[in-house]
């Protein structure tokens, strides 16, 4: 009995046994130590009182988003959507998630200059049969009675002004408008931070590299972008054609991607992307380094006027001090990944 009570002062759980004061049989101390019975002898209601370590509350992780790794609350500019929420978690091995997009760069370029090939073989073949369409259709048109106010006859007159280049960016800009547009449902907010942002911390990597070329989230942003697009389009195509522009302008937004991964896994500064800029820095590269006598101007001064060339010296200039200062409000690596790009195609272009 003096065993039993010490095992119980030991443990610590209950009450301390201890022999009673006038002393009871053997049986009697049994009956007063068992536990009480519930409804007969089928069901027995054991009352047993904890002891020992309360478990810890469980503590609240944040929930893991599919835009981002890094350990800090990405703070966004005005051009990207709001994801300032989301909570970010550094890879282990940030070098791993490279090997992906440098794949996919690789492979696309190729894709895009091997299609580019067999379309301008294409494009050769049709002109001569176009060129006595063309001779078809002039008959044509002379002996036709001609419609007063056809709104399809004015539509195929503007349409024909435009240059080619003009022509060709026409369904980019329409693309843009097009994903525009999109942003703005609720429901597809989710699916459009996935895949039409590019983020090297997102669980999809390959795919937002070209889908975010032609997404923009601000209005004024996409004007911008278009209309520096439309201005350089004509001397873009004479310069490389309209199949080697579209094999240009798809590549340079993978590649400037790709060169925004590389800065963002270098630096630790993980966070969405989008918006055609590097694409479009790599047409305006290519224009100022063909044609570096060239005179441009600012949209909103065009009283003040400087040589193409100064321009691309400035704007390499900028985008390099924001790249190593980290400025946040444009993707600056980029920026100038497109404009290296356009530079140096451009030079072995001519050679």
């Not at 106010?149 to 007159?157: S, V, Y």
């Not at 999809?204 to 070329?213: A, I, K, Q, Y």
Request: hydrophobic content about 45%.
């Amino acid at each position: 009995m003096a065993w039993r009570g010490w095992a119980q002062r030991g443990w610590g759980c209950g009450r301390a046994w201890a022999p009673p004061a006038g002393g009871r049989s053997y049986e009697d101390l049994t009956a007063a130590l068992a536990p009480p019975r519930l409804l007969g002898r089928r069901f027995n209601f054991f009352i047993q009182q904890k002891c020992g370590f309360r478990k810890a509350p469980r503590k609240v992780e944040p929930r893991r988003s599919d835009t981002g790794t890094t350990g800090e609350t990405y703070k966004r500019s005005a051009l990207i959507p709001p994801v300032e929420e989301t909570v970010f978690y550094p890879s282990p091995y940030p070098i791993r998630t490279l090997i992906k997009p440098l794949f996919f760069t690789v492979g696309f370029t190729g894709c895009a200059f091997g299609s580019a090939a067999i379309w301008q073989y294409e494009s050769l073949k049709s002109r001569v049969q176009s060129y006595f369409d063309g001779i078809k259709a002039d008959w044509l048109d002379s002996i036709r009675p001609q419609k007063e106010g056809d709104f399809r006859k004015e539509i195929n007159k503007w349409w024909n002004n435009l240059s080619d280049g003009q022509r060709t960016v026409t369904g980019i800009i329409a693309a843009n408008v097009f994903v525009f547009c999109l942003w703005r449902v609720p429901s597809l907010q989710r699916t459009m931070i996935r895949y039409f942002t590019s983020n090297p911390a997102s669980k999809v990597l390959c795919s937002p590299m070209l889908l975010s070329t032609f997404s923009h989230f601000s209005l004024f942003h996409m004007a911008a972008n278009m209309y520096v697009l439309w201005s350089f389009s004509s001397s873009i195509v004479n310069i490389l054609g309209q199949e080697q522009f579209m094999a240009v302008y798809l590549s340079a937004g993978v590649i400037s991607n790709f060169v925004s991964y590389v800065c963002k896994v270098a630096t630790g500064r993980y966070g969405p992307s989008l918006g055609a800029s590097g694409a479009i820095m790599t047409v305006l590269a290519a224009v100022c380094t063909k044609i570096p006598e060239g005179r441009l101007a600012i949209i909103f001064l065009p009283m003040f006027t400087f040589t193409a060339g100064n321009a691309l010296k400035a704007i390499i200039a900028m985008d390099t001090a924001g790249m190593i200062l980290g400025w946040k409000f444009f993707d600056h690596a980029a920026h100038l990944g497109g404009a290296l790009f356009g530079m140096s195609f451009t030079i072995a272009f001519e050679s």
